[in-house]
């Protein structure tokens, strides 16, 4: 007699698995009287092929022909007065086939990930301290060196200080003077009001201006007061602006100048193209 390792079938709960499979039994409702008689028919064909069967084989097939004999057996009360039903005997040999095909599909993922895992090469683990963490620098100086380095240091940081309160970094232009002298007129249009003397010039400037800003409304002013109903007076050198409406009155005798002006010209001219 030789012994031969049947690969396919683990053990006894593989072998009843794949004739359960084989009939297309649910597990759920196994036909014990046929799945024994082909666990047996199976054990049977092993022995006359000489092959060793395993101890477990055999105990699995015991504990299939006793469950085949439970299932002849009535399974309700022998007690007429109690209507008891008994517990199906099968319950016990499919929770025990139930984990056993669980623990096996765990088994086969975890041999999956050791085989993925075994192609897999990694590097030994090197110490790169000495590229990461910075170095101490010790520094060798006296009390005196400190010192002067110390002020050094504070005078750096005064100038730094003093050229950016003095000077300011150039905005790009984005806005013109036409939108601001829309912007400044409807303030005036707003607040020169019958009995207002007349609206101090940083009351038309944006909130929060900057150079930009009061170069841009200066600027805005002055074509106001040139093209425009519009005036400003300034009673002392960098002393407030006051904008304020023109006089009717001047602003008439203004046009008749400039209308007299245009006809001398206009005169002249003619002059010289009859000579």
């Given at each position: 007699?030789?012994?031969?390792?049947?690969?396919?079938?683990?053990?006894?709960?593989?072998?009843l698995?794949?004739?359960?499979?084989?009939?297309?039994?649910?597990?759920?409702?196994?036909?014990?009287?046929?799945?024994?008689?082909?666990?047996?028919?199976?054990?049977?064909?092993?022995e006359d092929?000489?092959?060793?069967?395993?101890?477990?084989?055999?105990v699995?097939?015991?504990?299939?022909?006793r469950?085949?004999?439970?299932?002849?057996?009535?399974?309700?009360?022998?007690n007429?007065?109690?209507?008891?039903?008994?517990?199906?005997?099968?319950?016990?040999?499919?929770?025990r086939?139930l984990?056993?095909?669980?623990?096996k599909?765990?088994?086969?993922?975890?041999?999956?990930?050791?085989?993925?895992?075994?192609?897999?090469?990694?590097?030994?683990?090197?110490?790169?301290?000495?590229?990461?963490?910075?170095?101490?620098?010790?520094?060798?100086?006296?009390?005196?060196?400190?010192?002067?380095?110390?002020?050094?240091?504070?005078?750096?940081?005064?100038?730094i200080?003093?050229?950016?309160?003095?000077?300011?970094?150039?905005?790009?232009?984005?806005?013109s003077?036409?939108?601001?002298?829309?912007?400044?007129?409807?303030?005036?249009?707003h607040r020169?009001?019958p009995?207002?003397?007349?609206?101090?010039?940083?009351?038309?400037?944006p909130?929060?201006p900057?150079?930009?800003?009061?170069?841009?409304?200066?600027?805005?002013?002055?074509?106001?007061?040139k093209?425009?109903?519009?005036?400003?007076?300034?009673e002392?050198?960098?002393?407030?602006?006051?904008?304020?409406?023109?006089?009717?009155?001047?602003?008439?005798?203004?046009?008749?100048?400039?209308?007299?002006?245009?006809?001398?010209?206009?005169?002249?001219?003619?002059?010289?193209n009859?000579?």
């Amino acid at each position: 007699m030789y012994k031969v390792r049947i690969d396919k079938f683990e053990g006894p709960f593989d072998l009843l698995i794949y004739l359960l499979e084989n009939a297309k039994m649910d597990i759920y409702d196994i036909k014990v009287a046929e799945i024994t008689e082909q666990y047996i028919a199976y054990l049977k064909e092993m022995e006359d092929l000489n092959i060793e069967v395993e101890t477990e084989f055999i105990v699995l097939a015991a504990v299939l022909i006793r469950l085949k004999s439970h299932m002849l057996l009535p399974r309700v009360s022998d007690n007429p007065d109690e209507d008891v039903i008994v517990e199906d005997p099968r319950l016990e040999l499919t929770t025990r086939l139930l984990d056993y095909m669980r623990t096996k599909k765990t088994a086969e993922i975890l041999a999956d990930l050791e085989e993925y895992n075994l192609a897999i090469h990694e590097k030994p683990a090197e110490d790169l301290s000495e590229y990461v963490g910075e170095p101490d620098e010790i520094l060798k100086a006296s009390d005196e060196q400190l010192v002067n380095a110390f002020i050094l240091f504070l005078t750096r940081k005064k100038k730094i200080e003093e050229v950016q309160r003095r000077y300011q970094r150039v905005r790009r232009r984005k806005e013109s003077i036409e939108s601001r002298i829309k912007d400044m007129t409807k303030v005036l249009e707003h607040r020169l009001t019958p009995g207002t003397s007349g609206v101090s010039f940083m009351e038309l400037l944006p909130e929060e201006p900057d150079r930009y800003d009061m170069t841009l409304s200066f600027m805005s002013l002055l074509s106001m007061i040139k093209n425009q109903g519009y005036d400003a007076e300034q009673e002392e050198n960098f002393g407030e602006i006051t904008v304020k409406r023109k006089d009717p009155a001047v602003i008439a005798a203004n046009m008749a100048v400039s209308t007299d002006a245009q006809t001398d010209w206009d005169t002249e001219a003619e002059a010289e193209n009859v000579q």
